[in-house]
């Protein structure tokens, strides 16, 4: 029998990144270990460090920039109306609680407010831009920061729920009110 061929390293990255997402998602991330993730997927450790040589860090900064590029897609997919926007937004943060938290609260590797950043980033910071547009990028600064907060505090639980409309609709009165 001849022997298998490696898979190709981006497969593997993604393999390795949608099961991290995975268990974090219905776990915590206390559970996403390399090891865990090694045997969820059915290989050794040496595996997931030649996709991902700087370890759990760089495996975490992948599910962040993977959270990234669905946030902006589902920010474009909706009308560029801010209420559109910031409602999509929020609801990525609620339904995706763990990757929501990589993206902002866990420690990254991934560089913020500088032009070399990873292309998701830059998407999901432009669809913001589009719905909050100004003579800079402050207002969409602001609305981001805005957004953030709100979602964060509800996510936490430190908000009741019921009462998630009527900040959104203050918020964005205070964020396009001229």
């Known amino acids: 029998m001849p022997p298998r061929s490696a898979p190709d390293l ?3 990255r993604g393999q390795l990144t949608r099961a991290a997402r995975d268990i974090a998602e219905s776990e915590g991330w206390a559970a ?3 090891r865990r993730i090694a045997t969820e997927i059915g290989v050794t450790q040496p595996v997931l460090y030649s996709a991902f040589p700087a370890g759990r860090q760089a495996l975490l900064d992948a599910v962040a920039v993977g959270g990234f590029d669905e946030m902006a897609t589902r920010l474009e997919a909706v ?3 801010p209420m559109a926007r910031m409602q999509a937004y929020l609801d990525f943060a609620t339904t995706r609680p763990h990757v929501y938290e ?3 609260s866990m420690p990254t590797g991934l560089p913020f407010g500088v032009g070399d950043g990873p292309a ?3 998407r999901a910071f432009a669809a913001i831009q589009i719905a ?3 003579p800079d990028d402050t207002r969409a600064e602001v609305a981001w920061a805005t957004l953030h907060g709100l979602a964060t505090l509800l996510v936490s639980g430190r908000l009741p729920a019921s009462r998630a409309q009527a900040r959104l609709e203050c918020a964005h009165w205070a964020l396009t009110a001229d």
């Open 79 to 81: 009308d560029s109306e």
């Open 10 to 12: 981006d497969v593997r």
């Open 120 to 122: 998701p980033l830059h």
């Open 132 to 134: 909050f547009p100004g």
């Open 32 to 34: 996403v270990t390399m």
């Open 102 to 104: 990589a993206m902002f």
